[in-house]
C-alpha cells in the first residue's frame, strides 16, 4: 500500500505527510497540477488533496482529477460522495433533500420572473446566499421585499463576485476592533479590499440563478459537528456582534457540555446515511428547537479545531485527550483500502 499526497500550504497534508511519517506508511509527494499527474500515481492506491474553494487551480482541477482516479480504482480523499458539492450550497440543498436530512428550508431559481414571482408572496426577511464561499462570505440578510428584488436583479443581470471587498473590509474592522485582529491582519485585509485577489479576476461573476435560505431567528450561536469515519468532534460558535453569522465570527466554545449531543447524533446517523468521508455540518434551531442544517463541508480549518478536549464515537461515547482528526482521515482510507483489497 502507498499513498500519494499533494502537497499545498495551510492546508492538511503538512499533517498527513508527519502521521505517514510517524506510522511508517509508505508515501511520494506529488504535484497534482503536473500534466503527467496520473501517470505519477500508477505506483500509489490512494490519493489526498486538501483542495481549497478560494485557490483558483485547485477550483478549476481538484475534482476533475479525483473522481477521475476514483473511476480507475484508487482510494482519494475527498472521495466523490465527499467532494462533489464541496462549496455548492445549491448542491448541497438537493443532496440534502434528497437524502431527507434536516435541512434549512432553502429556494433556489433559475428562472427571473419566478423569482420574482416569490418574492412578491414570501416572508421576510430570508438570508440570501450566493453558493460558493466560506467563513460566511457572500450572506446577506434580507430584510424587505425590496431588498429581494434588488438581489434577484442583479443576479440575473451583472451578477456577484466572488469575493465582497465591502463586507470582507467591514468583518475585518470589527474583529480588529474586538481584538481578533492585530493591526498588520487589518492592514493586509484593507489591502486585500483595495486590490483583487487573483481567484476574484479569474472567477466569472455568480449570476444566472438565486439562492435563498428562510432565516432562522433567535440563534445565538450555531453548531459545528465535523465527522470522519466513526468518529466526531464540535465546537459552539457564538454569533457576530450585531449579526446573525456565526460563521467566521472567531468566538468559539470548546466546552463539550455545551454541545447538543442530538447534533452530534445527527450528524452521524446523516454521514453513515450518505456515505461521506469527512463532513462538518452546521446546525441552527428552528423556533421549536429542532435542529436543522445550514451547510456542510469536507474542508475545514485545522487550527480552530487543535484546543477541542476530546471527540465522541459513533456511539455517542466520549473520549477526553488531544486527537489527530487528519490522521484518521489517513486512517480511514488506509482500512477501506485493506478491506477492499481482503474481498477480491
Not at 202 to 212: A, D, L, W
Not at 265 to 292: S, T
Request: charged share 25%.
Amino acid at each position: 500500500m502507498k499513498l500519494a499526497i499533494h502537497q499545498s500550504s495551510n492546508s492538511f497534508s503538512e499533517r498527513w505527510i508527519q502521521y505517514c511519517k510517524k506510522e511508517n506508511i509508505e508515501f511520494k509527494i506529488v504535484d497534482a497540477f503536473d500534466s503527467n499527474i496520473i501517470k505519477q500515481l500508477e505506483d500509489c492506491n490512494i490519493f489526498m488533496w486538501h483542495h481549497h474553494h478560494a485557490e483558483f487551480k485547485d477550483v478549476i482541477a481538484a475534482k476533475r482529477i479525483l473522481f477521475a482516479l476514483e473511476h480507475a480504482g484508487i482510494k482519494v480523499f475527498p472521495n466523490f460522495k465527499t467532494g462533489w458539492h464541496f462549496d455548492d450550497k445549491v448542491a448541497q440543498k438537493y443532496l440534502l433533500e434528497a437524502i431527507n436530512a434536516p435541512l434549512v428550508p432553502s429556494y433556489v431559481f433559475y428562472d427571473k420572473n419566478q423569482a420574482l414571482n416569490w418574492a412578491k408572496e414570501t416572508s421576510y426577511p430570508k438570508v440570501f446566499k450566493l453558493k460558493g464561499g466560506a467563513g460566511a462570505a457572500n450572506v446577506k440578510l434580507v430584510k424587505n421585499h425590496n431588498e429581494c428584488i434588488k438581489l434577484i436583479k442583479k443576479s440575473f443581470g451583472k451578477g456577484f463576485s466572488q469575493f465582497d471587498r465591502i463586507n470582507n473590509l467591514k468583518d475585518s474592522y470589527k474583529k480588529y476592533k474586538n481584538g481578533q485582529y492585530n493591526f498588520k491582519i487589518f492592514l493586509k485585509s484593507i489591502a486585500r479590499s483595495l486590490i483583487n485577489t487573483d481567484f476574484s479576476k479569474k472567477q466569472p461573476n455568480e449570476k444566472g440563478y438565486i439562492y435563498f435560505q428562510e432565516f432562522m431567528p433567535n440563534n445565538e450561536c450555531d453548531i459545528r459537528v465535523i465527522v470522519i469515519g466513526s468518529k466526531a468532534f464540535a465546537i459552539k460558535r457564538l454569533v457576530r456582534e450585531n449579526d446573525f453569522r456565526a460563521s467566521g465570527s472567531g468566538s468559539i466554545i470548546y466546552n463539550p457540555l455545551e454541545i447538543d449531543i442530538n447534533c452530534v447524533k445527527l450528524a452521524f446517523e446523516i454521514n453513515e446515511k450518505a456515505g461521506f468521508e469527512c463532513i462538518a455540518y452546521d446546525f441552527i434551531y428552528n423556533d421549536q428547537g429542532v435542529p436543522l442544517i445550514v451547510e456542510i463541508s469536507y474542508g475545514f480549518s485545522m487550527k480552530a479545531y487543535d484546543t477541542c478536549p476530546g471527540y465522541w464515537d459513533n456511539n455517542l461515547n466520549w473520549y477526553e485527550g488531544e486527537f489527530n482528526p487528519q490522521g484518521w482521515m489517513v486512517e480511514l482510507l488506509c482500512e477501506d483500502f485493506k478491506t477492499i483489497s481482503s474481498l477480491s
